[in-house]
């Protein structure tokens, strides 16, 4: 029990530690300018061109007029996490882990 | 939080990697989204397929390799060799040639009023006799030649009663032309010792530019003067007024209308008057000895603005 006790402190602790960075990756802009970095990016390697092409096929499949935001959302992303090319990855992940470097020991 | 919360222990390694990961997933999915958005407005607002096009308008503006036209399949030079006819003179002309000659040809360019201005300019040195080398862009210049009145009547019919050119001249003319009957003869001379004066033919009206004005020839001053004055004497005595500027009578005022301002002005009288009027620049008029008259109002042709003086040979002779 204790342990079981000591796991759900260290759950939050580490929750808590989370919510933290987050919100400071928030206040200080960072994330903003990670997103900005990815969306450029992925225009740059073609990600975007493709997808765009891939959503024309679901439109025309599921009818010009009908077609609502939860279906695009559902048939687009899962194939867009999959379409990320590795070298974008590798590279926000590194800037990411650097943020977190610098100030998770605050 | 307590700040020892914060610390990296509280964080192993592969849990900080976790994080990197999940923050990588959610920066992923907002791109998708905000994609999807996109998309989903552009098909509803209806702009979405706008840039795709049929496969025969495609085939249509398909890019053109073929020698000798470029890629859209139109023929370079095809319009070097063909020629027009001027409408104005009947020329052919060629193609590449045809939008500077029409501007020289009609006299409506930016730089047919400088060649139209330079030769009369060089015309006035040569003898009339000369200006019959008029070229078609002297057509419409009729106004503006000096001594080829009898050309311009014969010419009169040659023009274009609607260019441009005329009715410009025509309405530039400064301020009113007068009528010379009603005025008096006080106002006459006034008007004759300040402007040019010449009678319009057309009009009948005196022309209100300057002494120097380049519609007009001395000669024709003169005339004017002569006519709306009284003849001229031969030897006419000198204004008795130190200021020669509002003479009573009429051959005193004509007596200031400088014959010798035409162009062949002897270099040996110009030099002479220009020496004598050093001192005495714009000064009263003394006694004249020459038949000629002098002038106060007209001054010669040849006046430079670099000359410290005007030249003046009748009036400024005797000063020496």
Not at chain 2, 232 to 254: F, H, I, K, T, W
């Amino acid at each position: 029990m204790h342990g079981n006790a000591m796991k759900r402190v260290n759950m939050s602790k580490e929750s808590q530690m989370r919510a933290a960075i987050n919100q400071k990756l928030i206040e200080m802009g960072e994330r903003e300018r990670l997103k900005e970095l990815l969306r450029a990016k992925l225009i740059e390697c073609g990600w975007k061109d493709q997808l765009k092409a891939h959503c024309k096929d679901v439109i025309r499949e599921k009818g010009f007029e009908h077609v609502t935001v939860e279906d695009l959302v559902a048939e687009i992303t899962p194939k867009g996490r999959a379409l990320v090319p590795d070298s974008v990855k590798k590279e926000l992940l590194q800037r990411i882990r650097a943020f977190l470097a610098q100030h998770s020991a605050l | 939080m307590k700040m020892e919360d914060m610390s990296l222990s509280g964080l192993d390694n592969t849990k900080l990697e976790a994080l990197a990961h999940d923050i990588y997933a959610d920066l992923v999915e907002d791109a998708c989204l905000g994609l999807c958005f996109e998309v989903h407005r552009a098909v509803k607002q209806g702009y979405f397929f706008l840039d795709e096009t049929d496969q025969d308008s495609m085939k249509d503006f398909e890019i053109v390799d073929q020698p000798g036209v470029d890629i859209f399949g139109q023929v370079y030079n095809q319009w070097k060799n063909k020629e027009c006819v001027c409408p104005n003179c009947n020329r052919s002309i060629a193609a590449s040639r045809f939008a500077p000659h029409l501007e020289k040809c009609l006299g409506m360019g930016r730089n047919s009023s400088r060649i139209a201005n330079r030769r009369i300019a060089s015309s006035n040195n040569m003898s009339k006799s000369e200006s019959d080398q008029e070229d078609n862009d002297d057509i419409n210049d009729n106004d503006w030649s000096y001594g080829s009145e009898k050309k311009a009547k014969k010419r009169k019919s040659d023009k274009n009663p609607n260019s441009p050119r005329r009715s410009k001249s025509l309405k530039h003319k400064n301020g009113e032309l007068q009528c010379y009957e009603t005025l008096g003869p006080e106002e006459l001379r006034s008007l004759l010792t300040t402007q040019c004066g010449v009678m319009s033919e057309h009009t009948k009206k005196m022309c209100t530019r300057s002494l120097r004005c380049p519609q007009h020839t001395d000669e024709q001053r003169r005339t004017v003067r002569v006519f709306l004055l009284g003849s001229s004497l031969p030897d006419v005595d000198g204004v008795v007024e130190n200021d020669g500027y509002d003479v009573p009578d009429g051959q005193a005022l004509m007596s200031r209308l400088q014959w010798d301002g035409s162009s062949d002005i002897s270099p040996s009288d110009s030099a002479s008057s220009k020496a004598s009027t050093n001192n005495s620049d714009s000064k009263k008029p003394k006694k004249k000895k020459k038949p000629s008259l002098g002038s106060l109002g007209l001054p010669s042709r040849k006046k430079k603005p670099k000359l410290p003086a005007p030249p003046t040979p009748s009036i400024y002779d005797d000063m020496n």
